[in-house]
Nanobody, 123 residues
Framework: QLQLVESGGGVVQPGGSLRLSCTTS????????IGWFRQAPGKEREGLLC????????NYDDSVKGRFSISRDNAKNTIYLQMNSLKPEDTAVYYC????????????????WGQGAQVTVSS
């Protein structure tokens, strides 16, 4: 059974950086795509970035372009979300999700999820 576990969340000041990790177990990372989503209080879960099994990435949110990046380390079965120049509006619970199909910005395309990691950007 595939499991995903996020880590690396926390509280950071505006302008700071955090790196989230999504570690998978149960199946090698080579076979599926992983997306990062976030959900702020009272809002829908929105797709941010996705990376496929070949390492090709897509960015779906203009508000994070140039600040957030996604990468993967297949040997460690881990996908990373590097977040720089963080803003208070980036405060949310961040989730990684797995899809057997190609990358997508739509939550419905993902079949497995981690438990989420809280990121709070505040001075």
């Amino acid at each position: 059974q595939l499991q995903l576990v996020e880590s690396g969340g926390g509280v950071v000041q505006p302008g700071g950086s955090l790196r989230l990790s999504c570690t998978t177990s149960g199946l090698a990372l080579d076979y599926y795509a992983i997306g990062w989503f976030r959900q702020a209080p009272g809002k829908e879960r929105e797709g941010l970035l996705c990376i496929d099994s070949s390492g090709n990435s897509e960015n779906y949110d203009d508000s994070v372009k140039g600040r957030f990046s996604i990468s993967r380390d297949n040997a460690k079965n881990t996908i990373y979300l590097q977040m720089n120049s963080l803003k208070p509006e980036d405060t949310a619970v961040y989730y990684c999700g797995m899809t057997w199909s190609s990358c997508s910005r739509y939550r419905s395309h993902f079949t497995s999820w981690g438990q989420g990691a809280q990121v709070t950007v505040s001075s």
